[in-house]
């Protein structure tokens, strides 16, 4: 099973600020089958990014996905209010599916 | 518009079995992969199960792994999850979730979600 790490748990920020959030895996993720999702309170996960850099249909350009291998980073250019949840990253490259723990942004 | 309607959850004893169901519309149902994934009150999430469109391929996470079965009927454009030898941890709200892919991979549409609650 591949392990997803994100750091950091908690990032504080103000709006208006840039968001760089890490997922670490602990083996390679094939192809780049990785993505991000966005959780708010009592709401169901949206998709963000998949294949590590494209953007879902709908998604703002301040939101950005890079990185291979075992490192992938997801990147908010700039907060708006209502950026302010937590990220999941996922790998899809190999059975089990797995999760990461989530980096919860909260508004500083 | 895509609609995933689970139901199925309720309190269960330890041990005990339960069945999930999960009601799609919207969309060609059998041209996609479905999931089931799960979230503890206040935690993250964890993917439970996983079916190719055609039913020729599943996978389990390693913590449900020989407990549950998921299944689909195209046909009734249902998707479903059988849950045996259930343990307080499972305890979770349980999503049904659609895929972007025909084999699994990435979760564009979820449920609401169907609570189940392990306990004695």
């Known amino acids: 099973e591949i392990v997803l790490t994100q750091s950091p748990g908690t990032l504080s920020l103000s709006p208006g600020e840039r968001a760089t959030l890490s997922c670490r895996a602990s083996?390679?993720?094939?192809?780049?089958?990785f993505a991000w999702y966005q959780q708010k309170p009592g709401q169901a996960p949206r998709l963000l990014i998949f294949?590590?850099?494209t953007r879902a249909t709908g998604i703002p350009d301040r939101f950005s996905g890079s990185g291979s291998g075992t490192d992938f980073t997801l990147t908010i250019s700039r907060l708006e209010p209502e950026d302010f949840a937590v990220y999941y990253c996922?790998?899809?490259?190999?059975?089990?599916?797995?999760f990461g723990g989530g980096t919860k942004v909260e508004i500083k | 518009e895509v609609q995933l309607v689970e139901s199925g959850g309720g309190l269960v004893q330890p041990g005990r079995s339960l069945r999930l169901s999960c009601a799609a519309s919207?969309?060609?149902?059998?041209?996609?992969?479905m999931h089931w994934v799960r979230q503890a009150p206040g935690k993250g999430l964890e993917w439970v199960s996983g079916?190719?469109?055609?039913?020729?391929?599943?996978g389990y996470g390693d913590s449900v792994k020989g407990r549950f079965t998921i299944s689909r009927d195209n046909a009734k454009n249902s998707l479903y999850l059988q849950m045996h030898s259930l343990r307080p941890e499972d305890t979770a709200f349980y999503y049904c979730?659609?895929?972007?892919?025909?084999?699994?991979?990435?979760?564009?549409?979820w449920g609401q979600g169907t609570l189940v609650t392990v306990s004695s």
């Open positions: 979730v659609k895929d972007m892919r025909g084999h699994p991979g990435y979760f564009d549409n």
């Open positions: 996922q790998q899809y490259g190999s059975s089990p599916l797995t």
């Open positions: 919207g969309f060609r149902f059998d041209d996609y992969a």
């Open positions: 294949g590590a850099s």
């Open positions: 079916i190719s469109w055609n039913s020729d391929g599943e």
């Open positions: 083996q390679s993720v094939s192809s780049n089958y």
